[in-house]
């Protein structure tokens, strides 16, 4: 007989409230707050302390509580009694501990993970057999196919995810017995060459060579993250490409797990066959024109009607490559980072187009974080003149006051800093969110430039914001005008000639 654990949890938040307490109810999805009691799995009483779990895969009532609570308090005694009773009437564990402190429903996000994690694994895994097999090779197998698993050092099988480390070559072998060596030392990556196989592809195929790329990007993208980390390489002129390389790496995870179940390989090879298709943007290489399909029609009004003027757009010129690698110099350039360079610039332009979609609100919850601490180092910033900026009906904005308002923005984005407490080491975090920032500024001073009347609203304050959040070292100001009240009077009139709302 199923457990109708949506019954037990109306029941146990009749129970609790029938006791007095006043209970907080969460789901176990993600950890989010419910009004519906069929749809909690966990109750929370802040006092008395305690929180009362159901637990469904392990088919479990658990029952914990602070530190301060009295297990002989009669109310408490009393709870702990019906709740064996439900235990006990559905054929389900009854579990209650002690914790030596104060519980906090934050204190459960740990499980929810768990939970969340595993339900993604089954997913990703779907049909692959769990891998086992003798101390120097493991085996996997995914309907016909076999995922063979060579490995440095004796595996240890009381230590947990042993058979997934110190690998030294993996092998998939088809129906036929065919073996093919997966190129990379990626065992995900292999997983979903074997669900390739499965379905009739080869490693040599269109769909088998695009995973073999996937593999291959990671496994440079990491090299040049080991690099830039050792080397200590990265700084303001850098870090919105750094931000963008794990961004994509983060990604390219995401989309090889996928690529493991049916659903995810099905859709792969779908949006494969739409891009060779063929929408990739195309740019002249003479005016920075983009296209998507290569034309004769751009702002130089090139005359090369072959159209040999037009290159992909994710392709790395000389002079580019050149502004990658003094981004990524130190006392001296690390040569092993040339050859990865190419590929760091397709990551950096996709991973920018990409985040522009998002931009505005990343950028607002970066601001809006009390984790957060913003703050711009020390350089000469001066503000337009409001008078000057200012234009009437008939005027239009002077170009030279327009790209000083832009190259106030240009110099906010090399100079942002942010501090967070949820950093754990070396500021990676703060690092990241500092480079959003900078990628936006950048972006709002290129639409500056170059259509100001297409500047949203929303960007707008928040670049306010931050010239805001830059001007509060300023020591001196006009007797009787607090900083705010100046700040916002020349913001507001050096747009109003945009016809944007402030």
Known sequence: MAINYNSI????????????????????????????????????????????????????????????????????????????????????????????????????????????????????????????????????????????VKHRNPVNEEQRGSRSRNISAIFIENADGERFKY???????????????????VPSDMVGEAIVEHSTNLSKLKEFMNVVNKQGLVNESNRSIVANVKQKMESIKESIKRIQGT??????VESLALNEAGNEKMVCKDCGDEQHKPTTDCKHDCDDESGSHWVKKSELSEEALGEYVSKFTKSTFEESLKDILPLVHRVNEEESENNRAVQTQRVASIIESETNTISFRQKSVEAVEVGAVKKTDEEVLPESKLETMAQQFN????????????????????????????????????SMRNDPQSLDEQDVKLAGQLLKLSKQTVEHVEENTTLDEKFDAMLGEAFAGFDIPV
């Open 411 to 446: 110099d906010l984005a090399e100079t942002v800093d942010v501090d967070t407490t949820e950093d754990t080491r070396r500021k990676n975090k703060g690092h990241d969110r500092a480079a959003q920032l900078s990628s936006f500024l950048n972006n709002f001073a290129t």
């Open 263 to 268: 659903k995810g390989y099905t859709s792969f």
């Open 9 to 148: 949890a109306e029941k146990t938040m009749k129970i609790i409230q029938g006791y007095g307490f006043q209970v907080k109810m969460f789901d176990s999805s993600n950890g989010k707050s419910v009004a519906d009691p069929s749809e909690a799995r966990y109750f929370y009483v802040e006092d008395p302390n305690l929180m009362v779990h159901l637990q469904d895969d392990s088919e479990e009532i658990k029952l914990h509580l602070g530190e301060t609570t009295d297990i002989d308090d009669e109310r408490i005694s009393r709870l702990i009694k019906t709740m064996r009773t439900i235990a006990r009437t559905n054929m389900i564990d009854f579990d209650i501990r002690t914790f030596g402190k104060h519980i906090e429903p934050k204190n459960y996000a740990y499980e929810i993970e768990k939970n969340k994690e595993q339900t993604m694994s089954d997913v990703f895994n779907e049909g692959l057999s769990p891998l086992s097999g003798s101390s120097r090779t493991s085996r996997q197998t995914l309907e016909n196919v076999k995922l063979i």
């Open 183 to 201: 190129p990379h030392k990626h065992l995900n990556g292999a997983r979903a060459m074997a669900r390739h196989v499965a379905h009739g592809g």
